[in-house]
């Protein structure tokens, strides 16, 4: 059958339908685990947002489209998998599931793997979620990495939920920041070659810069030249960091290449054909106000030098021209003023404000023996992410840069990242998946078709299995929010919810039938972890 989400979206959106309620979008029916099991196994607030559009009560809109629902299910021959319908509080229409689907679920997930946990809610839609896209002039630091970590566990989710989603990287690799980058290595080599040398407080001064200093005079590299070449460097370091950190990109986009094709010439014609672009006071202007901003915004400097925004403004145009549709940028917060700049202008190309989304990944705090570590990017004195996979792991690390939502501060605490405990949340994790792996390797016994998960009864059998469930709508939580961060606490939760299962029963020994049961429901716990980690980038490890 149908996931039961596409099923209860498909059936609410047919029930506004047929009340002419036609401007509501499938984006807009949105289905929550409610955090009381009290209050059923799925629930939407619909009625709530409709409530300033109908001009009624939420609890009335609720109890009147909690009657079509129902009908419409009856028609459709789908009441059995739901047991019951409520409207309760303010105005909630909550969904309590009957035994029967719960049962049927649990096969379906021993029968298909990770299949039966796929839901297309992207219809192959073509997204680019741009992150990282550090300046090539040092190591990438912890607010790197968290980008690095949140983007290509939302890249994943988003191909596993039937987007066809791509990574890129975009590399500022021209500009004042190369060429100050170039010159500090040139300092650096005059410093090597004996000479005292002033070193002016803006320019990179990570031990770093001795390196390419040592690489550039092997190289004879000449000081023109040295601003691009170390930006080559440096970004060979960063390649192998997330490489590392497992994690990769579909596309490296150059700002240089992009200044170099006449694209940024190109879409200031545009826009200036299209009457958004003046000439004031010897710069030129972007009329960003006519799509919402607070003021107009300069592009280019009465000396003729781009500003950042005019770089952006075409290569955005260009993810465009490419052929994706929807474009995610993860921002860092200092970027947040910046965002109502861009929107306009891919206002201004014709395209829809709400095709660009913009995410601000806060950043992260490193925590060693209970004391914060200080930072400094510019003097490289600051906790790199090579540092962090050095001393925590690839694994420990990917979890933890998600462990809180991307708009949330996060605290770092790589002593616990190295605990091998349940105060470790990775460590909790995988343990129940080893543990898991190891009893299925100790049963010998074939899980085949006739397994009857009916004989699951036990109340922490059948939380497990409605855990198992709620994975498809954690993910499409992360939809709604661009955030995987929800995945982590599910598995924490999932990994409890087995713990607590196994710790009161046991599945070997029990009779035949039992057995095979419980067989059952240890594997669809270990295919929806897999699954899981899959999408983080944490493995999974068989034995511990």
């Known amino acids: 059958m149908k996931n039961i989400q596409t099923v209860l979206i498909e059936v609410v959106k047919k029930s506004l339908l047929n009340r002419g309620l036609t401007q509501v979008s499938d984006d807009e029916i949105i289905l929550d685990i409610p955090s009381d099991e009290r209050f059923g ?4 607030n619909i009625a709530l947002r409709l409530s300033k559009l109908l001009k009624q009560s939420p609890r009335e809109i609720g109890l009147s489209l909690a009657g079509d629902i129902k009908k419409i299910l009856d028609e459709d021959h789908l009441q059995g998998f739901i047991k019951e319908i409520k409207v309760e509080g303010a105005g909630f229409i909550n969904f309590y599931f009957s035994q029967e689907y719960f049962y049927s679920q ?5 029968s298909n793997g990770k299949e039966a946990l796929r839901i297309n809610l992207g219809k192959n839609r073509k997204v680019l979620i741009e992150f990282v896209s550090a300046n090539p002039t040092g190591s990438l630091s912890v607010a790197h990495a968290r980008q690095a970590a949140v983007g290509d566990s939302l890249a994943n989710i988003f191909d596993f939920i039937g987007f066809n989603a791509k990574r890129e990287y975009y590399l500022n690799d021209e500009g004042n920041q190369i060429n100050i980058l170039g010159n500090s290595v040139d300092l650096r080599m005059k410093e090597l070659a004996g ?31 040295l601003g691009d070449y170390s930006g080559e460097y440096i970004l060979d370091i960063i390649k192998k960091e997330l490489e ?38 010897g710069a030129t202007w972007f009329k960003s106000t006519a799509f919402g901003d607070d003021k107009d915004r300069v592009v280019i400097k009465s000396d003729g030098a781009y ?16 052929g994706f549709d929807w474009l995610i940028n993860l921002w860092g917060p200092d970027h947040h003023g910046y965002i109502n700049r861009l929107k306009a202008s891919v206002q201004a190309f014709g395209h829809d404000a709400a095709s660009l989304s913009i995410v601000i990944v806060q950043l992260a705090t490193i925590f060693r023996d209970g004391t ?28 933890f840069f998600l462990m809180r939502r991307t708009s949330s501060h996060l605290d770092f605490d790589l002593d616990v990242a190295k605990k091998q405990s349940s105060e470790n949340p990775v460590f909790y994790i995988q343990y129940a998946y080893a543990r898991i792996s190891s009893i299925l390797r100790s049963s010998q016994v074939n899980i085949d078709g006739d397994v009857d998960v009916s004989l699951l009864k036990e109340k922490e059998e059948l939380a497990l299995i409605k855990k198992l469930l709620q994975f498809q709508a954690i993910l499409n939580i992360c939809l709604a929010t661009q955030d995987p961060y929800m995945v982590t606490v599910y598995l924490q939760e999932l990994a ?14 029990v009779g035949d039938a039992l057995t095979k049961a419980r067989l059952a429901l240890i594997e669809g716990a270990k295919i929806v972890l897999a699954c899981g980690l899959d999408l983080l980038g944490v493995s999974k490890p068989e034995k511990m």
Not at 200 to 223: F, T
Not at 307 to 313: E, G, H, K, M, N
């Open 41 to 44: 196994d799925l629930s939407t």
């Open 106 to 110: 649990l096969k379906n997930i021993i």
């Open 195 to 225: 000479e005292k040398v002033e070193f002016p407080e803006n320019y990179y001064q990570g031990s770093y810069i001795y390196d390419v200093a040592k690489k550039a005079k092997e190289d004879n590299v000449a000081k023109d030249a």
């Open 244 to 281: 590392d950190f497992g994690v990769r990109f579909d596309y490296w986009s150059s700002q240089k290449e992009l200044t170099k094709a006449g694209k940024i010439e190109q879409a200031f014609e545009s826009l200036k054909q299209k009457g958004f672009l003046y000439e004031d006071g």
């Open 307 to 322: 500003t950042y925004l005019a770089p952006d403004i075409a290569y955005h145009e260009e993810k465009y021209r490419r």
């Open 372 to 399: 914060p570590v200080q930072m400094s990017t510019r003097k490289g004195q600051y906790i790199t992410l090579r540092e962090v996979l050095d001393e925590v792991g690839k694994d420990a690390a990917r979890f």
């Open 496 to 509: 409890e919810s087995f713990h607590k299962f196994y710790d009161l029963h046991r599945v070997l020994g």
